[in-house]
């Protein structure tokens, strides 16, 4: 369990996170979600030791992090997937994370298995696409096997096989009874990985809840309709319904039949709607219950909390904001109904000046469901097994053609600008690891996407390790120092 209680921290002048509070439930996925500079990282940071909060605790599993002695088996951490020294290969890097810990070196190829690195082990990590690179951060996240995963945007950089990989392994931990702090952009991604939200907007909790929850408390219920006789409806629900029904034109997604629109109608129920379509003989062609994605319910929220906000774009013949690129929905109203919304807005029905009619500048798309739900188009993934087996084979390949081929720009996260040294401390480095092994998860050799799990371990011995959470901290944040000072001395340098 992941408890931030309270948790202050200012840069400067700069206040990045302001009392933010809530728990990463064992045996759940914890979604955590904010736009660009809201604190998700500041805060998952603190909960690493990586910085020092001004106020506040974080605890993991009851113990601040600096308490822990072999802390990768207690807490795994993607942060910065760019991380790793690039003159190591990525199995050096691993074996030097693990040896650090008192783990022995044969889950260092179980991880290399489960995470698709097996081919790459001898190449050196400067190498690495951003993919890679992430992949072999979450590997040394699995090392130990830990009951907490602190996951800050894994799947940044992933192929759609990637994407699903990450979200099969969260639910895997969760289902374990382990506690995974999942932090994204991506609403979508969330919505079907977690099973609890926290939201944060300039450093202040917005919302803690379940998915389910906020769902329900934040989407708004609409039909859709397609009719040819578009005008006639808007008018007629107009009347019926003293002007609480909204009507508003959608672009043709797919094919209409000639003459038909579609549209999208609120404040009226679906059955009280069909009824009146019914009893007036309107001809209709659809008629489905709609509901607001979570994605939109998460930007309704966090409107107004975006630290950084993209300027608005025009372009010759643009005739209104696109999605999320202007401030003001145009007004409609359902009695003024004309043909032929512009392609690709979801126009609102134009008429005189009826706020309520007010369209929704981003897309309305279907509601998307729980963590069994299908894997998103727009992600890529599928999640029968077949397809991905096509896809694990389309990683490997990838994979052994990588170095020299896939360098991409850096990755979308602030720029660590320390490498990190490619020191372990001597005292480790020369000890045998003692102890028993780690089973954790074992990689189907046939489609790395795919893993059964055996029993986790029970207990574990550690010992003669020195100095384990110096080399956590070197190796997996890419610090650079060149003695070894107590952990404590290490929080805040070098940790962005
Ligand atoms: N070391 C630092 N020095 C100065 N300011 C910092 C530092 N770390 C974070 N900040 C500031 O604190 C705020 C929160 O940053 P943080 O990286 O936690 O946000 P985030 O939610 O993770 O953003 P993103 O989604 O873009 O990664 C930002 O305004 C950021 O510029």
Request: charged letters at 20%; glycine letters at 12%; a positive charge.
């Amino acid at each position: 369990m992941i408890e931030i209680q309270r948790l202050t921290k200012r840069f400067g002048a700069k206040r990045a996170i302001d009392g933010v509070s809530f728990v990463a439930q064992d045996g759940k996925v914890t979604g955590f979600l904010g736009p660009n500079g809201a604190g998700k990282s500041t805060t998952m940071r603190a909960a690493l030791g990586l910085i020092r909060p001004d106020s506040g605790v974080a605890l993991i599993d009851g113990r601040p992090f600096a308490s822990m002695r072999s802390p990768l088996r207690e807490v795994g951490a993607v942060l910065n997937p760019r991380s790793a020294h690039k003159g190591r290969t990525a199995r050096a890097h691993l074996l030097a994370l693990a040896l650090s810990n008192g783990i022995p070196a044969k889950r260092v190829d179980q991880v290399m298995d489960i995470a698709g690195l097996a081919s790459v082990g001898k190449t050196k990590t400067g190498a690495f696409s951003l993919g890679m690179s992430q992949r072999l951060s979450i590997a040394a996240a699995l090392l130990g096997d830990p009951h907490n995963l602190i996951l800050d945007e894994p799947v940044n950089g992933l192929d759609p096989e990637g994407v699903v990989w990450v979200r099969q392994l969260c639910r895997y931990y969760a289902s374990q009874g382990r506690a995974v702090l999942l932090s994204s952009h991506l609403m979508s991604e969330v919505a079907q990985t977690a099973d609890d939200l926290v939201i944060i907007g300039r450093g202040r909790v917005l919302e803690r809840s379940s998915v389910a929850d906020f769902l329900a408390k934040h989407s708004t219920r609409s039909v859709r309709i397609v009719t040819p006789e578009a005008g006639r409806l808007s008018a007629l629900l107009d009347n019926a319904t003293h002007g609480q029904a909204h009507v508003e034109a959608l672009p043709a997604q797919s094919a209409l039949p000639a003459g038909a629109q579609a549209l999208r109608v609120t404040g009226i129920d679906l059955a009280r709607l069909a009824r009146l379509v019914a009893t007036h003989q309107i001809v209709i062609y659809e008629l489905a219950q709609e509901r607001a994605s979570l994605e939109e319910a998460y930007m309704a929220l966090t409107r107004g909390s975006e630290e950084y906000r993209a300027g608005g774009l025009t372009w010759p013949g643009a005739s209104a904001p696109g999605p999320g690129l202007g401030p003001g929905p145009s007004a409609g109203g359902p009695g003024a109904w004309a043909p032929g919304p512009t392609p690709g807005q979801g126009a609102a029905l134009p008429g005189p000046g009826r706020g309520r009619h007010a369209a929704q500048p981003t897309a309305w798309t279907p509601l998307m469901q729980g963590p069994s739900a299908p894997v998103a188009p727009e992600l890529g993934g599928a999640p029968g097994r077949g397809r991905s087996r096509g896809d694990a084979r389309t990683m490997r390949q990838g994979v052994a053609q990588a170095p020299g081929r896939h360098r991409r720009p850096g990755p979308p996260v602030a720029a660590n600008p320390v490498a990190t040294s490619p020191g372990t401390p001597s005292s480790a480095r020369h000890r045998k690891p003692q102890g028993q092994s780690l089973p954790g998860l074992v990689a189907d050799p046939e489609a790395p996407a795919h893993y059964h799990v055996p029993p986790l371990p029970t207990a574990v011995t550690q010992t003669g390790i020195a100095r384990p959470q110096t080399a956590w901290l070197q190796a997996a944040q890419g610090l650079r120092f060149g003695g070894v000072k107590s952990p404590n001395r290490l929080q805040e340098g070098g940790a962005r």
